[in-house]
């Protein structure tokens, strides 16, 4: 199960954040992180953000309690992307603020794109 949360803005609508296990946890993706991504979720309610995550093929994706909800910068971070949806790597538990570098958000499409062409 994947650590989240999620926040209701003024307008209604809702921002939710995920963590989730990066699909190459072996590492062997070259364009992705072998440990865990947050993603976060622009949507009209939280039923439709965990749809639009299941629609890309993260079928095991669901939203239990608020323990890790999105901060006032992940907010800004997926109201201003077009897509809203983003993604980046999570920060390790035992990482403190002085050794977090921080890392830019990604569209959705740079963590599902596959490492190598077919063919």
Request: a positive charge.
């Given at each position: 199960?994947a650590?989240?949360?999620?926040c209701?803005?003024?307008?209604?609508?809702?921002v939710?954040?995920?963590?989730?296990?990066?699909?190459a946890?072996?590492?062997?993706?070259?364009?992705?992180?072998?440990?865990?991504?947050?993603v976060?979720v622009?949507?009209?309610?939280r039923?439709r953000?965990?749809?639009?995550?299941r629609?890309?093929?993260?079928?095991a994706v669901?939203?239990?309690g608020?323990a890790?909800?999105?901060?006032?910068?992940?907010i800004?971070?997926?109201?201003h992307h077009?897509?809203?949806l983003i993604?980046?790597?999570?920060?390790?538990?035992?990482?403190?603020?002085a050794d977090?570098?921080?890392?830019?958000?990604?569209p959705?499409r740079?963590?599902l794109?596959?490492s190598?062409?077919?063919?």
């Amino acid at each position: 199960m994947a650590a989240g949360g999620f926040c209701k803005l003024p307008n209604g609508t809702v921002v939710v954040a995920l963590n989730l296990p990066s699909p190459a946890a072996d590492g062997s993706s070259a364009g992705t992180p072998a440990c865990g991504v947050r993603v976060l979720v622009h949507a009209q309610n939280r039923a439709r953000a965990l749809t639009r995550l299941r629609n890309l093929g993260m079928r095991a994706v669901y939203l239990r309690g608020n323990a890790a909800p999105p901060t006032p910068d992940e907010i800004t971070a997926v109201l201003h992307h077009p897509d809203g949806l983003i993604w980046r790597t999570a920060p390790a538990a035992d990482v403190t603020a002085a050794d977090l570098v921080t890392e830019l958000w990604h569209p959705i499409r740079a963590l599902l794109r596959p490492s190598a062409p077919l063919g």
